[in-house]
């Protein structure tokens, strides 16, 4: 974990929680309209960790309040497939935060990742900073749909690993195979066939939290 001063072991690169006044001037992708987005942060207190390299935005984590049974109405090309446990949600606290997708590299709101920021811990960086704003701000318990270890489908997919999760002391309450996940990355040669079904598994992580005091 790192320290409360917003600046982890990745050099240079520091890290805060999203505010209504960012809004228009970061990436918002995947995150729905403004009004949406400005509504989600005024229940919630925010929507995103950000990532920054001086003034500028080179990544996020997006989050939103968990909703059990939640699901994607375009299976995993909607942002809402983070929060579809396919029959696997869990029943947790109604203060709970749902992990949504990584954008390391995002320097605009396209597509495009900066490759040089990959491989510089700042994924795990973002999820850190996440459980640390979670817990100050009164959250039971983070829910995270990990991806398949392969990074090329991590990558696709814009998440991170079980063993990324198990290292921050979640527990993973179920696995299943994802065969539209399994279907893309074979189409899109992220992954062979004889890899599956382990380059399309997908794990319901939770962290409990301690109750603040």
Known sequence: MTSGTGISAT?????????ASDVGSVPVGCMGGPDELE??????????????????HVGQLQFRRYIRGQRSPDSIWDPLYWMDFDGHAPTLPP?????????????????????????????????????EWAASTGAA??????????????????????EVYEERGFQIVSSWSDPDLAEAVVERGLAATEQLPAAATVSCCVLNLPESH
């Open 11 to 19: 050099q240079h690169i520091t890290y805060r929680a999203m505010s």
């Open 39 to 56: 509504a989600r942060i005024a229940s919630l207190g925010s929507a995103a960790i950000l990532a920054f390299d001086g003034d500028r």
């Open 95 to 131: 203060s709970t935060i749902s992990v949504f997708c990584y954008h390391v590299g995002q320097l605009d709101d396209t597509d495009d990742r900066d490759s040089s920021y990959f491989g510089r811990g700042i994924g795990a960086g973002l999820l850190d900073h996440l459980l």
């Open 141 to 162: 318990a983070v829910v995270a749909k990990a991806s398949p270890s392969l990074r090329p489908v991590m990558g696709f997919m814009g998440g991170q690993p079980v």
